[in-house]
Nanobody, 121 residues
Framework: QVQLVESGGGLVQPGGSLRLSCATS????????MGWYRQAPGKQRELVAA???????NYADSVKGRFTISRDNAKNTAYLQMNSLKPEDTAVYYC???????????????WGQGTQVTVSS
């Protein structure tokens, strides 16, 4: 069984920073892509940032230059450093890991439970 646990969310003022972490645990053979998504009330879930095993990254236009995704492959953990936060960044942030539990199985997507980020004065 695989678990993804996010942490680091909270309330922050506009212009502030937060760092989210996503720790994976369980039976994991390999992790391909790790990513962060967010969902604001009344909106669809959207990709924020993603990172491959080799370190290639992809960002939503709305967060480029403000957010940085990274990962520690030895710890199977991903991070999202969020700077210059804006009220429109308020959402529940979800971690995604595309991984294989066994060398014989296909890779699948696993999601964390989400962590709330609120940007407000």
């Amino acid at each position: 069984q695989v678990q993804l646990v996010e942490s680091g969310g909270g309330l922050v003022q506009p212009g502030g920073s937060l760092r989210l972490s996503c720790a994976t645990s369980g039976s994991i053979f390999s992790i391909n892509v790790m990513g962060w998504y967010r969902q604001a009330p009344g909106k669809q879930r959207e990709l924020v940032a993603a990172i491959t095993t080799g370190g290639s990254t992809n960002y939503a236009d709305s967060v480029k230059g403000r957010f940085t995704i990274s990962r520690d492959n030895a710890k199977n953990t991903a991070y999202l450093q969020m700077n210059s936060l804006k009220p429109e960044d308020t959402a529940v942030y979800y971690c995604l890991a595309n991984l294989r539990q066994d060398w014989r199985t296909k890779s699948m997507d696993y999601w964390g439970q989400g962590t709330q980020v609120t940007v407000s004065s």
